[in-house]
């Protein structure tokens, strides 16, 4: 065995992380073997009990049960074509608004956001949806690109989320209250991206004509119909599974149970449910679940062996000694989230950071719910900051290349949104009640 001091110990430990994504190693595959090879050069073979106990814990945890129900429900509704009738109501309202139809691809990501959860359905079913209807009438393709991931994104923050769920088990911390919370901080972005894609087009009408009259020449009453019938179906949704959390009926696993159910008998009314789309469902489910599970693993096992060699301590002071109080070493970890969502999916940064930092947050004198929730709206800027920008490739692959949508055209689009997503956080940091106010009200 070797001594590595904490501080060398932790250095190696971060790095050695970095070193492995930058490699183009999937993520679960260098944070398994740092965390394997240097625990047993420290501590020999009781790192192998260490790791073993720590990945069987994760993965056998019953809130996390509710993460492929999660995922199979939002799969299942992608196939019902819920969202093209919802497209095409809220196209008749808005569309004559010069950038309607970007505001209402911010709106059916909001609405999407609710009944989804998964950042690749979200996105990829707007790009199909959004992006040849706005191209297509004269719409910048960076106003265009940009609307279609920050409204994508917003599933990875509204409830039901996957991020949420994972979050909750990290930080013992419910996973019904997270959702509650999350609620007013996801619709503060949603609002500020409305009215940011109204101003611009406002200052700048060109980017974003309006559609013309004619096409939207409907009867009143035919819009309306079309409004409410194409709404009735994510509200029973969200009604199902949400509602019976607020409600105190059921706890996150067993309303994730519900809305799988329901997404399926939407699936069977809506007359696209069949035995390939159930596989289909199934196997991407499978996957995605598998996915999460492996980095989610190797990555509690990697902290367990971070922690034992005093690296935590060696973070912990760290943070304490920034500058400025507890409001200095908040902005310390608001910034280091923010530079890892460059280089490190959001789940590796869940699976690492959250065990090591929120211990420290009673320390700090924080709220625990509250804090929990910044990182949470952190973190939506690291699907929109490249390299590693999950609803930048999502949209890249799932366009038609006929559409002359670039990457450039892509990223010039999403920075004035992760500049938003910047002055939300402002907003929760200023009125913490955004976040706490919810979580209150709920029925215990």
């Known amino acids: 065995m070797i001594h590595l001091s904490p501080e060398v110990a932790t250095v190696i430990m971060l790095g050695g992380i970095l070193v492995g994504i930058l490699s183009g190693y999937p993520l679960a595959i260098p944070i398994g073997a740092l965390g394997l090879i240097l625990g047993y050069a420290m501590m020999g073979e009781a790192v192998l009990n260490l790791m073993y106990t720590r990945l069987f814990a994760l993965i056998t945890s019953y809130v996390l049960l509710a993460a492929p129900l999660f995922i199979y429900m939002g799969v299942m509704l992608e196939r019902s074509a819920v969202a093209d009738k919802m497209f095409d109501a809220l196209y008749l309202w ?22 989804v959860g998964i950042i690749g359905a979200s996105v990829t079913m707007l790009a199909l949806l959004a992006i040849p209807a706005m191209v297509s009438r004269g719409y910048s393709k960076s106003l265009a690109a940009g609307s279609v991931c920050a409204g994508g994104t917003l599933g990875i923050l509204i409830p039901p989320s996957i991020m949420l769920v994972i979050y909750g088990p990290m930080a013992f911390i419910s996973v019904g209250k997270l959702f509650m919370a999350a609620f007013i901080p996801g619709f503060i972005l949603s609002g500020l991206y409305c009215s940011y894609i109204i ?6 009408p060109d980017i974003a004509p309006a559609v013309p009259a004619e096409e939207r020449r409907v009867p009143l009453l035919k819009k309306t119909t079309m409004l409410v019938s194409s709404l009735f179906p994510p509200a029973l949704l969200i009604l199902a599974v949400l509602g019976t959390i607020f409600l105190g009926i059921a706890p996150p696993t067993e309303a994730a149970a519900v809305g799988a159910l329901v997404a399926t008998v939407l699936a069977i009314a809506y007359r696209r ?44 002071e760290l943070i304490l000694a920034a500058p400025g109080g507890k409001w200095g070493a908040f902005a ?25 930092i929120s211990p420290l947050v009673p320390t700090l004198g924080f709220d625990e719910l509250w804090f929990a929730m910044m990182i949470c709206v952190n973190l939506q800027m690291s ?18 290349p006929s559409w002359g949508v670039t990457m450039g055209d892509i990223i010039r689009g999403v920075i004035p949104f992760v500049f938003l997503i910047m002055i939300g956080i402002g907003l929760c940091v200023a ?7 919810l979580p209150a009200q709920m029925i215990k």
């Open 383 to 400: 699907f929109m900051t490249p390299p590693m920008a999950h609803a930048i490739f999502y949209l890249r692959g799932s366009v038609d």
């Open 431 to 437: 009125f913490p009640q955004l976040i706490l106010w």
């Open 273 to 316: 449910f069949s035995w390939q789309v159930l596989m289909d469902t199934l196997s991407r489910t499978l996957r995605v679940s598998a996915m999460i599970l492996l980095i989610g693993g190797t990555a509690f096992a990697f902290v367990g062996v971070f922690l034992a060699a005093g690296c935590g301590k060696v973070i912990e």
């Open 199 to 204: 101003v611009r087009c406002l200052l700048q």
């Open 94 to 115: 808005l569309g004559g608004l010069r950038g309607g139809l970007a505001v209402t691809t911010v709106l059916l990501g909001t609405i999407l956001a609710a009944c």
């Open 332 to 356: 310390l970890v608001m910034f280091a989230l923010f530079i890892l969502g460059f280089f490190i999916d959001w789940l590796g940064i869940l699976f690492i950071m959250v065990p090591i």
